[in-house]
Every structure is written in C-alpha cells, then in structure tokens.
C-alpha cells in the first residue's frame, strides 16, 4: 500500500527558507517519479518539481526553478522541496505525489501541507 505524507509547511515571511518532507512508503523510487504540485485557494493544483526513478533527474516549473529544489533520500524513503526566497505568490497547499516512470498520470497524493508566505 502506498503511502504520502507530508510535513514542514507553515507561515513565513517573504524571503524565507522552508523545507517540506515527504515520507513515502510503498514506493520504490527506482521505478516511480516523485513530484510535489501546488494549489493556491481558488486555482488549479500546478506542478512544481518531479524527481525522476534510477538517475533522479530533476524537472522544475518556471516559476520555482533557481529557488526551489526537490531532493530524495532513498535510505530514509523521504522526498524533499527546500524551498528559498519564498514570495507570496508560493502561498498554497503542496502536496506530495508519485507515479509509476511509465505512467502519464500520477496516481499517488499526500494529504498536502500548508505554505503560507506573508509579504
């Protein structure tokens, strides 16, 4: 059985560091793609990052790269997103997921956590 969970959200300031975790169980990450996605009250869910099986290759959205990083552990089955000079516009819930490499879609979520960015 598959399991997300994430932790690490909160309220910071604009300009701060946080680091969502995500502990994953049922997954192994040779053969699943790890991504984080993003809703903003009133929006579609968006991707942020997705961290590949075997070589890990990282992907990020425009919108976060050169900011945030998404990262994985697999002694300790944890996916991270360090997320630095966060701004308001990150306010939102993110959520954790994985998908088998072949898949389109992904078929595992986390309950999701709350960033909140104050300006």
């Known amino acids: 059985q598959v399991q997300l969970v994430e932790s690490g959200g909160g309220l910071v300031q604009a300009g701060d560091s946080l680091r969502l975790s995500c502990a994953v169980s049922?997954?192994?990450?040779?053969?699943?793609?790890m991504g984080w996605f993003r809703q903003a009250p009133g929006k579609d869910r968006d991707f942020v990052a997705r961290i590949s099986g075997g070589l890990g290759t990282a992907v990020y959205a425009d919108s976060v790269k050169g900011r945030f990083t998404i990262s994985r552990d697999t002694a300790k089955n944890m996916v991270y997103l360090q997320m630095n000079s966060l701004k308001p516009e990150d306010t939102a819930v993110y959520y954790c997921?994985?998908?088998?490499?072949?898949?389109?879609?992904?078929?595992?979520w986390g309950q999701g956590t709350q960033v909140t960015v104050s300006s």
């Open positions: 997921a994985a998908r088998k490499t072949l898949r389109r879609d992904y078929e595992y």
């Open positions: 049922g997954v192994t990450f040779d053969t699943y793609i």
